[in-house]
């Protein structure tokens, strides 16, 4: 089965800074593409897609490169409430099923005052 | 919004005993998953399923089996709990690529 790879950090950052996370994958037929964000002791949440153009969310930029399978997450202005262990995500649409995600084992980062 | 429960957010079974977690979701989702998490190994797929009684393995089923008598629950089985079965499990269902999670069963095995 085909992996994604993410540094696994920690990331330790003081508030205010701008952290960027890469994740690379090895399926090149791979559809789609994810980051969930994962608070301590709780279930993964999808924090945003992530679209062959780039896009955006307030602080949160996703950008993707299929040419290199590679995935990033930029994180402007961190904050406290940033931290959590940020998983990378990619849809292999194998088998007829649009659901199955294949996770990489994440990223975490911790946001210090 | 989507909701996602599972029956027990902690269970402490003896090894040998059968074990069932159960798995709820209400927005008529037609996939659903069940994952272990692991420190280190990260999210590990052990069984998913496309449709009511249907059901296919995932990385890890070994140990496992699943039940999916209605559209909106999913169950794990483990048939005869060993200790390293002692993990995190996560119950997710999916709807255009986007999965959905429950809170998850901490299950310790002694």
């Known amino acids: 089965r085909k992996e994604v790879e993410q540094d696994p950090g920690p990331f330790n950052v003081p508030e205010g800074a701008t952290v960027a996370f890469n994740c690379t994958y090895s399926n090149s037929a791979s559809q789609s593409f994810f980051w969930y964000r994962q608070d301590c002791r709780k279930e993964p949440k999808l924090l945003m897609s992530?679209?062959?153009s780039g896009n955006e969310d307030g602080r949160f930029t996703a950008q993707l490169n299929r040419a290199s399978q590679y995935i990033s997450l930029l994180i402007r202005d961190s904050k406290l409430s940033d931290s959590a262990t940020y998983l990378c995500v990619v849809n292999m649409n194998y088998g007829g099923s649009q659901g199955n995600l294949i996770f990489g084992k994440g990223t975490k980062l911790s946001v210090k005052p | 919004d989507v909701k996602v429960t599972q029956s027990s957010r902690y269970l402490v079974k003896r090894t040998g005993e059968k074990v069932f977690l159960e798995c709820v979701q209400d927005m008529d989702h037609e996939n659903m998953f069940w994952y272990r998490q692991d420190p280190g190994l990260g999210l590990r797929l052990i069984y998913f399923?496309?449709?009511?009684?249907?059901?296919e393995k995932g990385d890890i089923p070994e140990g496992y089996s699943v039940s999916r008598e209605k559209k909106e629950r999913f169950s794990l089985i483990l048939e005869s709990a060993s200790t390293n079965q002692t993990s995190m499990y996560l119950c997710a269902s999916s709807v255009r690529g986007e999965q959905f999670f429950g809170p998850g069963t901490r299950l310790t095995v002694l």
């Open positions: 992530v679209y062959s």
């Open positions: 399923s496309y449709d009511v009684k249907m059901k």
